[in-house]
């Protein structure tokens, strides 16, 4: 029976033509699926659905999803990341699923605490710095923003600069990241190419453009990291996620939101802070 299923051109070029008209008439798309977005049930014999495909290194895992949550793309993630996700599917239904041949995998998010931090390595000059991330909600005028805030643990510099200057804020502006002067007002338009992936309930990767095409991990969470429902919420209703940043020493790890409100403040007010309104990839 022919599904009622959405199928990107990135999506066909990685399983192929012929795997691409299977799944549209119906041998390989199951007709009832958990959302890989809002984790609720879906029909696709009934519905417009999405399949979203992510790749690691060597595995790939096709989910399904709402069309109105999430569109048909492919999503890169690390290959740690995409085994732990199979196999948390596989715990839950309690049997490895399966779709278009592949493994099947979800997006979603089952948040739990209000403001956590979780950290990443990423190339840094001199010795490589670590990125925190810190998750919480930021009131811009009326209206509560899902945010990250990402802070290193030392200098980040340009790659060749061994001098230990640290240029994250411009290497960020140089991506079209925005200095926050207020931030009672939020960061204007998205960030083309850049995203949120949200997966098997918990926050993974934030994404940027490739060079090659597509998109990579900017930071990756070493452990999936969990957010608040209110959080999920918020990022769900504006499919988006702020992003700021400041330099090494600003914020620090702050337990509660205001905490983390009045730290902004006051990197704002030093003209240290940037930020930019990311895509969100799942809810």
Not at 170 to 180: R, W
Not at 224 to 253: E, F, K, N
Request: proline share 8%; with cysteine; hydrophobic share 40%.
């Amino acid at each position: 029976m022919p599904r009622m299923l959405a199928v990107s051109d990135e999506v066909r070029a990685e399983i192929g033509d012929d795997e691409a008209d299977r799944l549209l008439a119906g041998a390989h798309a199951p007709d009832t699926y958990d959302c890989t977005s809002c984790r609720t049930p879906g029909d696709s014999s009934q519905e417009a659905t999405s399949t979203v495909l992510f790749v690691g290194d060597e595995t790939a895992v096709l989910a399904f999803a709402h069309a109105r949550c999430i569109p048909s793309q492919v999503v890169p993630v690390s290959e740690e990341q995409l085994l732990g996700a199979v196999r948390s599917i596989s715990q839950a239904q309690g049997s490895a699923p399966a779709a278009a041949g592949l493994p099947g995998a979800g997006v979603g998010a089952d948040p739990e605490a209000a403001s956590q931090a979780e950290q990443s390595a990423p190339p840094a000059a001199g010795q490589p710095a670590v990125l925190g991330i810190t998750c919480g909600l930021v009131l811009c005028g009326d209206t509560g923003h899902a945010a990250l805030v990402v802070e290193p643990t030392g200098p980040v510099g340009r790659p060749g600069n061994i001098t230990g200057e640290d240029e994250f804020l411009s290497l960020l502006t140089d991506h079209h990241f925005q200095e926050v002067m207020n931030v009672d007002k939020a960061p204007e338009s998205p960030l083309p190419g850049w995203s949120v992936l949200m997966a098997m309930g918990k926050l993974h990767a934030i994404l940027q453009p490739s060079a090659t095409g597509g998109s990579s991990a900017w930071w990756q969470a070493h452990q999936p990291l969990q957010v608040t429902d209110a959080w999920r919420l918020a990022a769900g209703r504006q499919a988006s996620v702020t992003m700021y940043a400041v330099p090494a020493g600003t914020i620090g790890r702050q337990p509660r939101e205001d905490l983390l409100r009045l730290a902004l403040d006051r990197a704002a007010a030093k003209g240290l802070l940037v930020g930019a309104i990311l895509p969100l990839a799942g809810t």
